[in-house]
């Protein structure tokens, strides 16, 4: 869908192409003679007029990414829970974004969050604790909350966002059970509100460029995605304490990490899966594993016969690995999911080569994205269908695994 922004650009670029040919066409007759002609940046192939020798005003060059949203124009976004995600990624994003501008804080640390709006220019009116988040629907300067929390509280604080009449950005995995994305997906319809899952791997740009190799059919049929992520668990990080907690994280390394490689599998694929298969293995003398599981390793089947092989460990070194192997090559995402200094390989038959891609802030372009979805109207890449389905089938690999067997999903078409 063209957004009216881009539309705007369009014409413009439109308007400009037909003026500068038809200038140059018209000088270039009057004077009688062939002219070198200039093909302008905006105007790719377009004769036109040469470069002025002096200062001079030029068209509008071809644009490399949309104009940013005027400042008033840019929504107004919340920040639920400012834990070691939202403060280390979320909130410095927010300079680099386009459509999305920061104006509250929620947090149960009063002070904490004083001070942390103080540092990002956030008005005493935008700081929220967990018993005034209802409040947020009194204060219109509030487009979108995000909802930056432990798992297990991200279905409770979406359904109150849209109750309050906001717009809803949630944390991966979307929630604990099946049960809660469906409550949450019926709150935001019910509400006439938007609601996206923060699959931040989809917006960044080794992965995006990855995912047009393979839709291009670069590397022919793929027929095996493999996919590992993996870190140690460490009792003492505050940011790892729920995430032993049953109660808190609703599962352990599959739910936390192990959703990346899923995501890429079904990224990667276009496809659904058939077909889960999964085991667990958590050490029995671990406390860190009393309630969640440390390492799962699981297969899907997809309708067109590729397979995938993933993995998620909490007691493994540091592993965030995605690969794609196709009938004319092959892709290796390593690192596929870090923060930033992600790197992407190409293997096809004229050689391997690293594909150069442009580092731009994942976290800016996700809530842009979003932003823009809610200006223009239109479906976001990720909304909590999406985070629904993953959610379902992190659910048959626990019970796949529980039951020793593979277990058969309902296959919900492709991706896109
Ligand atoms: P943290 O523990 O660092 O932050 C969670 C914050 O939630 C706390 O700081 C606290 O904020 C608030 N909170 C409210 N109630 C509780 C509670 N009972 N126990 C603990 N914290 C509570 O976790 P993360 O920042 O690592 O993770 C938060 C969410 O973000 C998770 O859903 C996680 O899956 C997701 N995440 C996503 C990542 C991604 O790459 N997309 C990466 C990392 C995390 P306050 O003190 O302000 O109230």
Redesign the pocket.
Same mark, same amino acid.
């Given at each position: 869908m063209t957004s009216s922004l881009t539309q705007d650009r369009l014409d413009l670029s439109r308007r400009l192409f037909l003026r500068g040919t038809g200038g140059g066409l018209l000088l270039g007759s009057t004077l009688g003679f062939a002219r070198p002609t200039f093909a302008q940046s905006g105007e790719a192939g377009a004769a036109a007029e040469p470069p002025p020798t002096g200062p001079a005003g030029r068209p509008l060059p071809q644009m490399e990414k949309e104009m940013p949203v005027e400042p008033e124009r840019r929504l107004g976004w919340a920040i639920v829970?400012?834990? &070691?995600?939202?403060l280390n990624?979320i909130l410095p994003a927010f300079a680099e974004s386009r459509s999305s501008r920061l104006v509250a804080l929620v947090?149960?640390?009063r002070q &904490?969050?004083e001070q942390v709006g103080a540092r990002y220019g956030v008005e005493a009116r935008g700081i929220y604790g967990?018993d005034t988040f209802d409040r947020m629907g009194d204060n219109p300067a509030i487009d979108v909350v995000y909802i930056?929390?432990?798992?297990a509280?991200?279905a409770e604080y979406t359904v109150r966002a849209f109750k309050a009449g906001k717009h809803v950005f949630c944390? &991966?995995?979307m929630a604990v059970t099946v049960e809660e994305c469906e409550t949450m997906i019926r709150a935001g319809r019910d509400a006439g509100r938007k609601l996206m899952v =923060?699959y931040?791997a989809q917006f960044e740009p080794h992965n995006v460029e990855a995912i047009r190799i393979a839709r291009d059919g670069e590397i022919g049929r793929i027929r095996l995605v493999t996919s590992d992520h993996g870190r140690i668990l460490d009792p003492r990080d505050? =940011?790892d304490q729920?995430r032993m907690m049953k109660s808190?994280a609703g599962g352990g390394s599959l739910y936390?990490i192990g959703i990346y490689s899923l995501q890429a599998a079904r990224y990667l694929t276009g496809e659904e899966p058939v077909e889960v298969f999964g085991q667990i293995a958590s050490p029995a003398d671990d406390p860190r594993f009393r309630e969640v599981e440390d390492r799962v390793a699981f297969q899907l089947r997809f309708p067109s016969g590729a397979v995938a092989n993933l993995s998620s460990s909490y007691s493994t070194a540091s592993v965030k690995r995605i690969q794609a192997f196709g009938e004319k090559g092959s892709l290796v995402l390593d690192p596929a999911t870090e923060?930033e200094g992600n790197r992407l390989t190409l293997q096809t038959e004229k050689g391997r080569q690293e594909v150069k891609v442009k580092e731009t802030s994942q976290f800016a372009a996700e809530m842009d994205h979003f932003s823009r979805s809610i200006m223009s109207n239109t479906e976001p890449k990720t909304p909590g269908e999406e985070g629904l389905r993953d959610i379902r089938l992190l659910q048959a690999v626990y019970r796949s695994a529980r039951e020793g067997r593979p277990v058969s999903t309902e296959a919900t078409g492709s991706l896109r």
């Open positions: 829970g400012l834990g &070691k995600f939202a990624q947090s149960g640390n &904490k969050a967990y930056v929390l432990p798992n509280l991200h944390e &991966k995995p =923060a931040r505050p =940011a729920w808190l936390d923060y």
